[in-house]
């Protein structure tokens, strides 16, 4: 059965600190998604990692993906309060076939302190 | 906003009845999947369907059925909801695979089973 792990499950941060959230996950996969999610709000979908090697950067969030490792990074540079969230990844099973089926890590709840 | 809507936003049912949540895809989205997230977990995959068929199935009991209409909206229904059913229930559209790779999320229901 596929799992995914994510480390750490909470983190406190103090703004203008880096820190990086882990996703490992247990076998393969060529697909691997970063969402945040607000409290009592949906998933916004951040990265889509599609390849080994991949890293993709969006403000101050940054995502690389290692497949030969199942290990895909999210790196947080100079954390600002509004980045407060929880952050899950998600791993793509699909095998052929039609589309997206994913399973998703067990979330980290950023929190960003002044 | 991702152009996926759900319906209802909340929901109070007690348990043994029955539930019908509704979910309209992102425009030219022909697979839509149901997640489950229970409060303070990662989204559970529950099913997805393609062109009208089920094209997977997490490890949800039976009750747990749902249907895909030509226009590609889609419903989840769930039978004799048990107290474990409360959760946040998410709706994803997407392409299929090869198609475009990223997953556009509803705003959920909430189901509460008292």
């Known amino acids: 059965e596929l799992k995914v792990e994510q480390n750490p499950l909470f983190l406190s941060m103090q703004e203008g600190k880096n820190y990086t959230i882990y996703c490992n996950y247990s076998t393969t996969s060529d697909r691997l998604y970063w969402y945040r999610q607000d409290p009592g709000k949906s998933l916004e979908s951040l990265f889509v990692?599609?390849?080994?090697?991949a890293v993709k950067q969006e403000g101050r969030l940054m995502a690389s993906l290692d497949t030969k490792a199942r290990l895909s990074t999210l790196h947080i540079t100079a954390a600002v309060h509004d980045l407060s969230a929880t952050y899950f990844c998600a791993v793509d099973t699909s095998r052929g076939g039609a589309t997206n089926k994913l399973i998703f890590g067990t979330g980290t709840l950023l929190a960003v302190q002044p | 906003e991702t152009g996926v809507t759900q319906s209802p936003t909340h929901l109070i049912k007690t348990r043994g009845q029955q539930v019908t949540l509704r979910c309209s895809s992102q425009s030219g989205h022909n697979t839509v999947s149901w997640y489950q997230q229970a409060l303070g977990q990662g989204p559970q995959f529950i099913f997805q369907?393609?062109?009208?068929?089920?094209?997977g199935r997490g490890n949800f009991p039976p009750r747990f059925s749902g249907l895909q209409f030509p226009n590609y909206s889609s419903e989840l229904n769930v039978n004799a909801l048990e107290l474990d059913d409360s959760a946040l229930y998410l709706c994803a559209s997407s392409l299929e695979r090869g198609q475009g790779e990223k997953l556009f999320f509803g705003s959920g229901t909430q189901l509460s089973v008292l």
């Open positions: 990692l599609l390849s080994n090697g």
């Open positions: 369907y393609y062109r009208e068929e089920e094209n």
